[in-house]
């Protein structure tokens, strides 16, 4: 049985981005590396999008940036530059085979293609046992998600953001390419938090996901149907081909998932509770935390001191406490927000880099009823 001083179970974007930080980093070149993964990861199984200011570590690899965004709520409609932010778009695969390539020229690393089933922590090391073999490791970090933590518990609610994309080229030229749509919530609720992410490479070709934050997901016809009435109500009823497809749910809820975190074995990557709650957005946060944890690592600080719960923290819990009792009010408290709020400040709270006063200004767009019950709710 090999012993190896770190081990990364997954090599997807959390475990990527820490054996690159790891790797790239002299201080850790003496350390020996296991990756394992059940998957050689060459397929495009994902996009990711995200904002940031000005360049970044990134750009190499970017499909698409937008210098605008669009939304869309009951009644109302906005288009705003987004300056100094960029939205970007990244394809999975760039990503998948950028740092394969880069990671893999280290020779203090191995990769393993196994599909992990146990993770133990022992007196000595912590032991993964994989269908084809078992391997021990001081360290471990983890971004297998075990969904059961989450389903067997009552206190934190669990939605998704669950969504269905299609990857169209279009007859008509319907879209621009400056502006990528962040949320239309002009789309039909049916009582849910429903709304259109559309990502425009041209003219001509974009992707459109229907997307919910709720708790159950659809019937894949309805998440279908929803784009072919978009293209047919909001697009011209424009002919279409669709050359790609992409489908994805992400959990949404304040669940502390770093609980299951000890000195040896942490989390990482959703499965470390690193998803935005309120947005299910992962990709660049998971970026900065793995900076942060590396910088931790060097300064041989306990793993289980890394999280701190801040006040972001609470914000999400009272959204997704309204949102799971009330499914439809995501339309009216995003809406709010973006009619009184200009993108910039919602895009930096919602990087939880606002200050408290910034705050303020962001809850008080927001409809005050929903917000006074869910925190009654929560304390009493
Ligand atoms: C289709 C899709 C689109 C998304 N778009 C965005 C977006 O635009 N912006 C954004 O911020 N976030 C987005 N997300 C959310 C999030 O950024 C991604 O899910 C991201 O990949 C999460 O990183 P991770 O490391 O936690 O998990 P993953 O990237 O999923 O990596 C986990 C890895 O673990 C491996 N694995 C799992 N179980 C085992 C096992 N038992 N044994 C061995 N290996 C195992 C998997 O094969 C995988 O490679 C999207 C998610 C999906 C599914």
């Given at each position: 049985?090999?012993?190896?001083?770190?081990?990364?179970?997954?090599?997807?974007?959390?475990?990527?981005?820490?054996?690159?930080?790891?790797?790239?980093?002299?201080?850790?070149?003496?350390?020996?590396?296991?990756?394992?993964?059940?998957?050689?990861?060459?397929?495009?199984?994902?996009?990711?999008?995200?904002?940031?200011?000005?360049?970044?570590?990134?750009?190499?690899?970017?499909?698409?940036?937008?210098?605008?965004?669009?939304?869309?709520?009951?009644?109302?409609?906005?288009?705003?530059?987004?300056?100094?932010?960029?939205?970007?778009?990244?394809?999975?695969?760039?990503?998948?085979?950028?740092?394969?390539?880069?990671?893999?020229?280290?020779?203090?690393?191995?990769?393993?293609?196994?599909?992990?089933?146990?993770?133990?922590?022992?007196?000595?090391?912590?032991?993964?046992?994989?269908?084809?073999?078992?391997?021990?490791?001081?360290?471990?970090?983890?971004?297998?998600?075990?969904?059961?933590?989450?389903?067997?518990?009552?206190?934190?609610?669990?939605?998704?953001?669950?969504?269905?994309?299609?990857?169209?080229?279009?007859?008509?030229?319907?879209?621009?390419?400056?502006?990528?749509t962040f949320m239309d919530f002009s789309i039909p609720q049916k009582g849910n938090t429903r709304f259109m992410?559309?990502?425009?490479?041209?003219?001509?070709?974009?992707?459109?996901?229907?997307?919910?934050?709720?708790?159950?997901?659809?019937?894949?016809?309805?998440?279908?149907?929803?784009?072919?009435?978009?293209?047919?109500?909001?697009?011209?009823?424009?002919?279409?081909?669709?050359?790609?497809?992409?489908?994805?749910?992400?959990?949404?809820?304040?669940?502390?998932?770093y609980g299951h975190n000890s000195d040896k074995i942490m989390h990482i990557g959703i499965a470390g509770g690193?998803?935005?709650?309120?947005?299910?957005?992962?990709?660049?946060?998971?970026?900065?935390?793995?900076?942060?944890?590396?910088?931790?690592?060097?300064?041989?600080?306990?793993?289980?001191?890394?999280?701190?719960?801040?006040?972001?923290?609470?914000?999400?819990?009272?959204?997704?406490?309204?949102?799971?009792?009330?499914?439809?009010?995501?339309?009216?408290?995003?809406?709010?927000?973006?009619?009184?709020?200009?993108?910039?400040?919602?895009?930096?709270?919602?990087?939880?880099?606002?200050?408290?006063?910034?705050?303020?200004?962001?809850?008080?767009?927001?409809?005050?009823?929903?917000?006074?019950?869910?925190?009654?709710?929560?304390?009493?």
């Amino acid at each position: 049985m090999s012993n190896f001083d770190f081990i990364i179970i997954g090599a997807g974007a959390s475990g990527l981005l820490l054996a690159d930080a790891l790797t790239s980093d002299d201080f850790f070149s003496s350390k020996s590396i296991l990756i394992i993964d059940r998957d050689d990861k060459t397929t495009n199984d994902r996009t990711w999008c995200f904002w940031e200011k000005g360049e970044g570590k990134f750009d190499h690899l970017l499909h698409k940036s937008w210098p605008n965004i669009h939304f869309s709520g009951s009644g109302f409609e906005r288009s705003a530059s987004i300056a100094p932010y960029h939205y970007k778009m990244l394809k999975g695969i760039d990503f998948y085979d950028h740092y394969l390539e880069k990671i893999k020229k280290h020779p203090n690393v191995t990769w393993v293609k196994d599909r992990v089933t146990l993770v133990e922590e022992t007196d000595q090391k912590d032991l993964v046992t994989a269908q084809n073999g078992f391997f021990t490791g001081d360290t471990v970090f983890n971004s297998w998600l075990n969904h059961q933590n989450v389903l067997s518990q009552k206190k934190y609610p669990l939605l998704q953001q669950h969504f269905l994309g299609w990857f169209v080229k279009t007859e008509k030229p319907v879209f621009n390419p400056e502006e990528a749509t962040f949320m239309d919530f002009s789309i039909p609720q049916k009582g849910n938090t429903r709304f259109m992410y559309v990502l425009p490479f041209s003219e001509r070709e974009a992707l459109l996901e229907y997307t919910l934050f709720s708790e159950n997901t659809l019937e894949k016809s309805e998440y279908e149907d929803g784009i072919r009435d978009y293209i047919k109500n909001n697009l011209g009823n424009t002919a279409f081909d669709i050359t790609a497809t992409e489908q994805g749910t992400i959990p949404m809820t304040c669940y502390p998932f770093y609980g299951h975190n000890s000195d040896k074995i942490m989390h990482i990557g959703i499965a470390g509770g690193w998803a935005k709650p309120s947005t299910g957005f992962t990709f660049y946060n998971t970026s900065k935390k793995v900076s942060a944890l590396v910088e931790h690592l060097k300064q041989d600080r306990p793993l289980s001191k890394f999280y701190k719960r801040n006040k972001f923290w609470f914000y999400d819990l009272l959204l997704l406490d309204i949102l799971h009792k009330h499914n439809h009010l995501g339309q009216s408290i995003f809406g709010s927000m973006f009619k009184k709020r200009n993108a910039q400040l919602i895009l930096k709270f919602l990087d939880e880099e606002t200050s408290l006063w910034e705050d303020l200004q962001i809850i008080s767009a927001c409809p005050k009823i929903p917000f006074i019950k869910a925190l009654f709710r929560r304390f009493f």
